[in-house]
């Protein structure tokens, strides 16, 4: 019998153009190496001053032909990958594996809890099996109006899941569908399902507004129990709370199919105690969710982000299960999109640079770093297991373990998983979970990733998987680029160096890449040097440059 044609699950492209870049990246390099030859060949043998500024122009520009050789290196083989969902559904039909998304929030007034809400409404709306899929928001704020605010996401999702399903929602966060669509199918339904949404989105406020969430609603369940022995923010126990059991009969929606699992997690907190950010709170986030549901693939998203395309975990399976690449695959990577952009983006905030071109580059050569937001991993890579040859995944039998306890039992069980005193003692943190010690602690766990043998794949469909909001005034485009730049400039100088952190775990092209990024802000010294220096000398009549 002639052995079954093996038909990948996706494909991987070279980037167009490639010749025409190397041409110009050519000719550039040809110029550097007039420039470096004229600043030898007239090296000035006058006055002290000439020849010092002769010097630094110098060094300035060799540090910038590194960079360039750098970047270049970088962009010189790029590809991108294109999956096919349509023969993951054909090979593997209903036998898709659990998929656990979590969602971080921090600060119920920086993220306002009606922005979660919509985040994780989109994201229970998945175009998946329900039964499949779980959401869990993680709110460091540990607050009662975030948790308010995930009640009414519940129970809205009974309406709004379906009319996703009926009428085929792009995007399934309601905020960004009312705000868009004008094609309407069925304007009854429609007005119906916006009001509902309005009604929802003008009680979350409300209640935001007040501050107080009002008695009779506190009645109705009792979870809102747990706030009588929180003393603060940064000071209560933690608060676990199933909002819908997926497991459960009673988790069905109007039309009577199945919901996805629903947790609210608030991860104690305790003044004597560091709370490691993103990174603990997604600690503690495996860690519960291993016990509730289990799921091989972990999405994570912030949650500014919301899901503007409903076939995005299925794309991603399609790099996970594909039979011959799939299985040393540690994360697949989308780009950060935003919505809120102004018109001439002139902070450069897209990212583009980096999401369009010097990514593909990453991915030619290892994969993508993992950028905190809108990254399936696979539950594996995050608990720190390395890559063995050979490995292989089964993914029929992957989720045939199932948790027979009840969700009342499990939310007091799990509890202890996300108590302060949890990790001490343990390797999370350094060899488990997300990296602490650091604020760019993704940039970091996809290099460990990455070290521990895997690779990882970078995914741009053309409908954004992930639209957020990026910064846009320049105060806030300043405060976010200055925490990573200074994140990844320590990086660099401290034991997790691509170039020793790496050494012979990942290709050496890697490193290179890695370390472009790390060292950006180090291209400030070079830059205003030669912004000031030739102004200066300009006024001197000291000439650096070949005369005309
Ligand atoms: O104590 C904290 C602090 C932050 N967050 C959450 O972490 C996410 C990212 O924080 P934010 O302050 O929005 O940082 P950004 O600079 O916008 O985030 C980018 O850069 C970070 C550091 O590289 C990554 O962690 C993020 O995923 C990535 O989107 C948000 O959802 C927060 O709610 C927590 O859960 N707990
Ligand atoms: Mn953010």
């Given at each position: ?95 898709l594996p659990g998929i656990d ?27 998946y099996p329900?039964e499949k899929l779980s ?111 997926g ?14 699992t ?31 549901t289990n799921a091989p693939i ?81 539950r ?18 992957i989720n ?149």
């Open positions: 019998m002639a052995k079954k044609e093996y038909v990948p699950l996706f494909e991987t492209r070279k980037v167009k153009g490639r010749i025409l870049f190397r041409c110009v990246a050519a000719s550039i390099f040809l110029g550097i190496c007039f420039i470096i030859m004229y600043r030898i060949r007239y090296f000035p043998v006058g006055g002290k001053a000439e020849r010092w500024t002769w010097i630094g122009l110098f060094l300035s520009e060799l540090w910038f032909s590194f960079y360039w050789l750098l970047t270049t290196v970088c962009r010189w083989n790029a590809v991108i990958r294109i999956p096919f969902i349509h023969r993951l559904s054909q090979r593997f039909g209903k036998e998304i979590f969602v971080c929030t921090a600060d119920p007034l920086i993220e306002p809890p009606s922005l979660v809400v919509n985040t994780v409404l989109s994201m229970m709306a998945y175009d329900p959401v869990y928001l993680s709110d460091d704020g540990g607050s009662n109006l975030t948790f308010y605010a995930m009640l009414e996401a519940a129970n809205f999702s009974k309406t709004w899941l379906p009319f996703c399903k009926k009428f085929q929602v792009e995007s399934t966060s309601p905020e960004a569908y009312f705000r868009t669509a004008s094609e309407l199918v069925n304007v009854q339904e429609w007005l119906s399902v916006k009001k509902l949404y309005e009604d929802m989105k003008m009680r979350i406020e409300t209640t935001i507004k007040l501050n107080q969430i009002p008695e009779y609603i506190q009645k109705q369940h009792k979870g809102f129990r747990e706030w009588d022995f929180v003393l603060s923010k940064h000071d209560h126990q933690s608060i676990l709370q199933i909002l819908i059991d497991r459960g009969t009673n988790a069905a929606d109007i039309e009577g199919n199945p919901l996805p629903l947790v609210y997690l608030a991860r104690e907190k305790r003044p004597q105690y560091h709370h490691h950010f993103k990174a603990g709170s997604m600690n503690a986030l495996i860690r519960v969710s291993s016990k509730i972990i999405l994570n998203v912030d949650c500014d982000m919301y899901s503007n395309n409903s076939k995005t975990i299925k794309s991603s399976l399609c790099i996970f299960m594909d039979e011959e690449k799939g299985d040393e695959i540690g994360y697949v990577q989308f780009p950060q999109c935003f919505f809120n952009l102004t018109k001439n983006e002139i902070y450069g905030s897209s990212l583009r640079v980096m999401l369009q071109l010097e990514v593909l580059g990453f991915d030619a050569n290892g994969g993508p770093s993992y950028m905190g937001s809108g990254c399936f991993h696979r594996e890579t995050l608990c720190g297991k390395k890559y063995e040859k050979n490995y292989k995944v089964d993914w029929k039998k045939d373990k199932k948790v027979n306890e009840s969700a009342s039992f499990l939310e007091e069980t799990c509890k202890v998983l996300a108590s302060c005193t949890f990790e001490h003692n343990t390797p999370w943190g350094k060899e488990m979970g997300l990296k602490y010690g650091t604020p760019v602690e993704d940039v970091v766990t996809g290099m460990s990733i990455q070290c521990n043998g895997w690779k990882s794949i970078y995914l741009n469909p053309e409908r954004e998987g992930f639209l957020g909001v990026a910064p846009i005034t320049l105060l806030q485009n300043l405060v976010q680029h200055k925490r990573w730049v200074e994140g990844v400039l320590q990086l660099f100088f401290s034991r997790y160096c691509p170039l020793l952190y790496g050494h012979r775990k990942i290709p050496l092209k890697l490193q290179l890449i890695y370390s472009t990024h790390h060292l950006w802000a180090a291209n400030c010294l070079a830059t205003w040097y030669i912004v000031v220096v030739p102004c200066l000398c300009l006024l001197k009549g000291i000439s650096l440059f070949p005369k005309v």
